[in-house]
């Protein structure tokens, strides 16, 4: 299975932006899904955006229009660009393989704060 490495976390005022990085390496052959997730205190981990080997996204209703999935093939790398932010956007955010994920492994993925 693929290793993968979240940056680009940070604080940051409401209505700015962030943009993280999820590097990917290891066995990255045939990685149909990669997806961001978020978990904040108190709260289940939730899917955020997730993109397939074919580029169709999905993104939950609380951020759609604010964030964008996105990946570059040649950095080995998938990018979430969320802008507007808010207070509530703020979380752990994760990146992950459906592999990964079905095998119960997580990175140390990478704080976001939206506060004033």
């Known amino acids: 299975q693929a290793q993968v490495v979240e940056s680009g976390g940070g604080l940051v005022q409401p209505g700015g932006s962030l943009r993280l990085s999820c590097a990917v390496s290891g066995s990255i052959f045939r990685i149909y899904v990669m997806g961001w997730y978020r978990q904040a205190p108190g709260k289940q981990r939730e899917l955020v955006a997730r993109i397939t080997s074919g580029g169709h996204t999905i993104y939950a209703d609380s951020v759609k229009g604010r964030f964008t999935i996105s990946g570059d093939n040649a950095k080995n790398t998938v990018y979430l660009q969320m802008n507007s932010l808010k207070p509530e956007d703020t979380a752990v955010y994760y990146c992950?393989?459906?592999?990964?994920?079905?095998?119960?492994?997580w990175g140390q993925g990478t704080q976001v704060t939206v506060s004033s």
């Open positions: 992950n393989t459906d592999l990964r994920i079905s095998r119960g492994s």
